[in-house]
């Protein structure tokens, strides 16, 4: 079938998907589900709902564009890094989503980030050191998908779960506290790699509250 992207670059509006929700219910009834689309490692805080992160998730802490201290890796189309300050894991639910495209970055000489589907063996995502994607292919009527790293350091910028069918993906990238100066700490060329992965259709700015 055929995929619509869209991807929303905001602040906390966005980020606590309040309003975007509800446009994504709309399309996505109209035209079809493809899949959750873009996902975080964990919150951005203690609190808050986890519609557009992992449903459980340990060991990670986080940075955002809105820190005020220097960012400890480079930051992309999320706005949010989670890193690893020890063991740590995710666990996303699954609706019917068969594809997974994890965005990370890899430390030099750390252990490997691991992923699984739902009990089946753990498989190393490796490479090059520095920013990373891969994408995996979930086995058919799989209901979790897990990544996992036993080091510190490990970066996981977010994944990107989407169904092999027609409908629209409805990506949320909010920022609380976020405005158009602090989207500018995002690292260019990573964003653009990124954004390009994702291969939106349409690509929506809503900012300004902060601004005024």
């Known amino acids: 079938g055929e995929r619509a992207g869209v991807v929303l670059f905001g602040n906390s509006i966005v980020a606590s998907d309040g309003v975007t929700d509800v446009v994504r219910e709309r399309l996505t009834r109209r035209f079809g589900d493809a899949g959750r689309g873009l996902v975080l490692a964990d919150?951005?805080?203690?609190?808050g709902p986890r519609?557009?992160?992992?449903r459980r998730a340990?060991?990670?802490?986080?940075?955002?564009?809105?820190?005020?201290?220097?960012l400890p890796a480079p930051?992309?189309?999320t706005g949010v890094v989670h890193v690893s300050d020890g063991p740590?894991?995710?666990?996303f639910e699954l609706d019917g989503e068969a594809q997974a495209?994890?965005?990370?970055?890899a430390p030099p000489g750390m252990p490997p980030l691991r992923w699984r589907a739902d009990d089946d063996a753990w498989h190393e995502l490796s490479g090059r050191a520095?920013?990373?994607?891969?994408?995996?292919?979930?086995?058919?009527?799989?209901t979790r998908f897990e990544l996992a790293t036993s080091g510190v350091g490990t970066v996981v910028e977010g994944v990107a779960l989407e169904r092999p069918s027609r409908g629209v993906v409805f990506d949320v990238c909010g920022v609380p506290s976020a405005d158009a100066t602090l989207w500018l700490?995002?690292?260019?060329a990573l964003f653009a790699q990124q954004l390009r992965a994702r291969a939106p259709r349409l690509a929506v700015v809503m900012l300004g509250g902060n601004e005024t």
């Open 43 to 47: 919150r951005m805080a203690s609190y």
């Open 101 to 105: 495209d994890v965005f990370w970055v």
């Open 130 to 142: 520095g920013p990373r994607m891969a994408r995996v292919t979930l086995p058919r009527g799989a």
């Open 58 to 70: 340990t060991g990670w802490a986080t940075a955002n564009i809105a820190d005020a201290e220097a």
């Open 185 to 188: 700490r995002a690292d260019e």
């Open 88 to 91: 740590a894991r995710s666990v």
């Open 51 to 54: 519609g557009r992160t992992a």
């Open 75 to 77: 930051i992309g189309v």
